[in-house]
């Protein structure tokens, strides 16, 4: 989405059918995604583009970035995504996401089989010193009005700087899994929701920067909801075995959309779920000790 306007959308992949040699193009947007228009990058031919991002700071300037011809490449664009120019000199892989600096719109970050930046518009890059083992990333995102913090997440969990890249190191508490597809901010980059592969979305809450925000525990095993996908009541297995805790739902954006207090002497809990639209939802069990959280469909 254009960060001027909620109805100006840009998506990569490939071109249209009808370009049999399926360039790596971007397609664009200007009535909320009721109809698009392809962009075929300059010189693009076989390739896919993974990522479309613009400029905080000067929203006339786009970069896109993916593969062409089994290599990485990254493209630009100073029109609002009229017309694209590749960058040289990009990095090797395959590049999966892109962040562009909240204040200077030549200085980004590729995630790709390690992280790159470039502080030139794309004209040189230099790869980034990670934790060992962080290196097959997928998704990299600048802190909203935190300059200075980023954020990178792959097949080892997430890592944060909080100097502009100079120093890193691991964010994994509370993950139940390592192996991070997407990162994202909400809430004016007060949250930071990490999207993994085959478990759940976790939410980090930055509430006076990074110190002293360490997640609740995570009891395992998670919670049991009957019936799943459900409406209505629902029985809930909390393996805490707490007499009050807090239940909430999150819809996929990661917003709160329901809590209520429950009362048990058990491990079940009954729930009456109130009217929500079909969807994907998370349910979360607090207690003062400890959490938990399961995804709940609505039919």
């Known amino acids: 989405m254009h960060p001027d306007s909620a109805n100006i959308i840009f998506t990569g992949g490939r071109g249209p059918s009808e370009w049999t040699d399926m360039d790596f193009a971007v397609s664009w947007s200007r009535d909320y995604g009721d109809s698009a228009s392809w962009v075929r990058c300059e010189l693009a031919d076989t390739g896919y583009c993974y990522a479309v991002e613009f400029a905080p700071s000067n929203s006339s300037i786009g970069y896109a970035a993916g593969q062409v011809t089994g290599k990485g490449a990254v493209f630009r664009s100073t029109d609002i995504g009229l ?34 930046r470039t502080t030139d518009a794309g004209q040189t890059w230099e790869p ?4 060992v083992g962080n290196d097959r990333l997928r998704s990299v995102r600048f802190k909203p009005g935190a300059s200075d913090t980023i954020v990178a997440g792959g097949m ?6 909080t100097d502009g890249g100079e120093s890193w190191f691991e964010m994994n508490s509370g993950l139940d899994t390592n192996r991070v597809n997407w990162l994202e901010f909400a809430d004016d980059g007060n949250c930071l929701i990490a999207a993994t592969a085959g478990r759940s979305c976790y939410v980090w809450s930055f509430q006076t920067g990074i110190a002293g925000t360490e997640p609740l525990p995570t009891l ?18 909390w393996p805490g075995h707490h007499e009050r805790v807090l239940a909430s739902l999150t819809d996929i ?23 929500l639209p079909p969807g994907i939802y998370h349910l979360w069990l607090r207690h003062r000790t400890a959490r938990t959280s399961a995804r709940l469909v609505r039919y």
């Open 156 to 161: 080892n969990g997430v890592v944060v700087s």
């Open 220 to 237: 395992s095993p998670g919670v049991e909801i009957v019936p799943n996908p459900g409406r209505g009541i629902v029985r809930v297995r």
């Open 253 to 275: 954006a990661g917003r709160a959309v329901w809590q209520q207090w429950a009362e048990t002497n058990s491990a079940w809990l009954e729930l009456s779920l109130p009217y």
């Open 128 to 131: 980034v010193e990670l934790p």
């Open 83 to 116: 017309t694209w120019t590749e960058c040289p000199n990009a990095p090797r892989d395959s590049i999966l996401s892109i962040a562009i600096h909240n204040d200077d719109p030549e200085i980004v970050y590729a995630a790709a089989n390690g992280l790159f």
